[in-house]
């Protein structure tokens, strides 16, 4: 019987490819808030609401589950997310203090202000959402058997079409022409999802507690992305107004020594993938 694993989060973006990932390996409990359209067949899956009663006894427990607000914060957002991202991480750190809790955290908690991001840079939160995330990670470094992953921007097929990447392909497909802000200068983290859940899985494996930053090797300039779909889709890039937006360049040696894990998809496979599952989805 393979050990047990449980997916805190199992039918969202990355908890899916998770789930599908692991499955091989783990007998895997997929817990989900609504939908259940992504779980993957013969994962037992829970209801959130069952959460309190569910055993114990997961040799690693995934917390993917997150709330993002998209839009302008109010007082409900702020509630929605201290539950999910703090109140939820904290009765989950003490019902499943006997397993390895695996956080998904967000590059958003570190400091924007520095040139280059390391597992070790200052922490000083880039907006609400990761205000929520510092404190989620605080809850879980304080159990005696953890490991906290802070995402880049993650992508891959099922990804949130509101976007840079997705919505530059958009842009290919419908007009063959690509608006690019400013001088396309601004540098982006480019994750794929299936590379989110190595990083995961390496982190159950590993034996070291830690706070990991799980990114590509490398940033890509807007215009580079633009130009890599340009190339594609047989499209144009056009460069228009002024782009203030922060760019975001990382060095993870410490992860990738200690976790023994390196980003197998290329920045072209991910640009291909989604190019081809606009065109079918959309």
């Known amino acids: 019987m393979n050990e047990r694993s449980l997916i805190i989060g199992a039918n969202s973006f990355i908890g899916s490819y998770l789930a599908r990932a692991i499955q091989p390996f783990r007998e895997v409990t997929g817990v989900y808030h609504q939908n259940t359209d992504r779980l993957p067949a013969g994962m037992r899956q829970v209801p959130v609401e069952q959460l309190g009663v569910l055993e114990t006894g997961f040799r690693e427990v995934y917390i993917v589950s997150a709330f993002i607000q998209r839009g302008k914060w109010d007082v409900q957002a702020r509630r929605k997310a201290f539950r999910t991202n703090v109140e939820l991480v904290g009765d989950i750190c003490e019902k499943f203090a006997g397993s390895r809790i695996i956080l998904c955290s967000s590059v958003s908690v570190y400091n924007v202000q520095e040139d280059t991001v390391t597992e070790q840079s200052s922490k000083s939160a880039l907006n609400e959402y990761g205000v929520s995330k510092l404190w989620s990670e605080k809850i879980v470094t304080g159990t005696d058997n953890f490991a906290l992953l802070r995402f880049s921007s993650v992508f891959g097929t099922g990804m949130n079409m509101d976007t840079i990447l ?10 063959k022409e690509i608006t690019v802000y400013g001088e396309g200068k601004r540098l982006q983290n480019y994750l794929h999802v299936q590379d989110a859940a190595g990083y995961l899985w390496a982190a159950a494996n590993s034996r070291e507690n830690g706070e990991f930053l799980a990114c590509a090797p490398e940033s890509i300039s807007n215009l580079d992305l633009a130009r ?4 594609e889709t047989g499209s144009v890039v056009k460069l228009t107004g002024e782009d203030h ?8 040696t410490f992860t990738a020594r200690t976790l023994k894990y390196h980003p197998g998809v290329s920045m072209q496979e991910g640009v291909k993938e989604i190019i081809k599952w606009i065109k079918k989805e959309f």
């Open 166 to 175: 997705p919505q530059y392909v958009k842009q290919a497909l419908e007009r």
């Open 228 to 231: 890599l779909i340009a190339e």
């Open 245 to 252: 937006s922060p760019s975001f360049v990382y060095n993870n």
